[in-house]
T-cell receptor
C-alpha cells in the first residue's frame, strides 16, 4: 500500500474550520484517497473519498492537490463531537488490504 | 437498527483459553472483515470474506480462525490465547469484494479482548 503521512495531533476551537492535511507523495494513478475517523471507544466511520477532483458531502470537504501528492480534509465548523482520530488512506481500484496509520488526533475545545 | 454488531463488547480471559467473537451485519453486504487495533492504535486487517469465501488472510497466527456460516456473519475464533492477543477487534463489512477504490466500509463497535 502507498503510504500516507499525517500530523500526530491538531487542535481547533469549536465552530471554527479545521484543515487536516495528508501527504501521499507515492500515490499511484489508480489510488483513491479515503478518510475515515474514529470517535473515542467506537469503530472507524467513513467520512469522504475522492480521486482527482475536490469532493463535498454532508460531513466534510476533501481538497486534493493538482499533483495528487497531498490532500486536505476540511471540517467547515468543528463541533465537540468532531473530536476523533482522522485517518487518511489510499486504496487502489483492486485493493483489498486496508491498514490504517496512526492518523491525526483532533482536539476540539469550546 | 445496528448495521454491524459484535458480541461481546468486552472479553477478559486467561492465557491458553479458546474464545470466540461474533459479528453480524444487516446491510446485505457481501464482504466482511476482521481488524485488530493494538495498544498503539494501529488498525490492521486480519481477514476478509466475500460471500463466505476467504479472500484475504494477512500474516496472522493459525490460532486465529474466521468462520462464516452465511454472508451476514463472520465469527472469529481464537485458540490458545496469548498475552499479545490483547487488543480491540473490529468487524466491518462492505458491498464490494475489496474496496474497489470507491467502496466504503462499515465498522462494528469493537470487542476489547484482555488476556491475563
Amino acid at each position: 500500500d502507498a503510504k500516507t503521512t499525517q500530523p500526530n495531533s491538531m487542535e481547533s476551537n469549536e465552530e471554527e474550520p479545521v484543515h487536516l492535511p495528508c501527504n501521499h507523495s507515492t500515490i499511484s494513478g489508480t489510488d483513491y484517497i479515503h478518510w475515515y475517523r474514529q470517535l473515542p471507544s467506537q469503530g472507524p466511520e467513513y467520512v469522504i473519498h475522492g480521486l482527482t477532483s475536490n469532493v463535498n458531502n454532508r460531513m466534510a470537504s476533501l481538497a486534493i492537490a493538482e499533483d495528487r501528492k497531498s490532500s486536505t480534509l476540511i471540517l467547515h465548523r468543528a463541533t465537540l463531537r468532531d473530536a476523533a482520530v482522522y485517518y487518511c488512506i489510499l486504496i487502489d481500484y483492486s485493493g483489498y488490504a486496508l491498514n490504517f496509520g496512526k492518523g491525526t488526533s483532533l482536539l476540539v475545545t469550546p | 437498527d445496528t448495521a454491524v454488531s459484535q458480541t461481546p463488547k468486552y472479553l477478559v480471559t486467561q492465557m491458553g483459553n479458546d474464545k470466540s467473537i461474533k459479528c453480524e451485519q444487516n446491510l446485505g453486504h457481501d464482504t466482511m472483515y476482521w481488524y485488530k487495533q493494538d495498544s498503539k492504535k494501529f488498525l490492521k486487517i486480519m481477514f476478509s470474506y466475500n460471500n463466505k469465501e476467504l479472500i484475504i488472510n494477512e500474516t496472522v497466527p493459525n490460532r486465529f480462525s474466521p468462520k462464516s456460516p452465511d454472508k451476514a456473519h463472520l465469527n472469529l475464533h481464537i485458540n490458545s490465547l496469548e498475552l499479545g492477543d490483547s487488543a480491540v477487534y473490529f468487524c466491518a463489512s462492505s458491498s464490494e469484494p475489496g474496496l474497489a477504490g470507491t467502496d466504503t466500509q462499515y465498522f462494528g463497535p469493537g470487542t476489547r479482548l484482555t488476556v491475563l
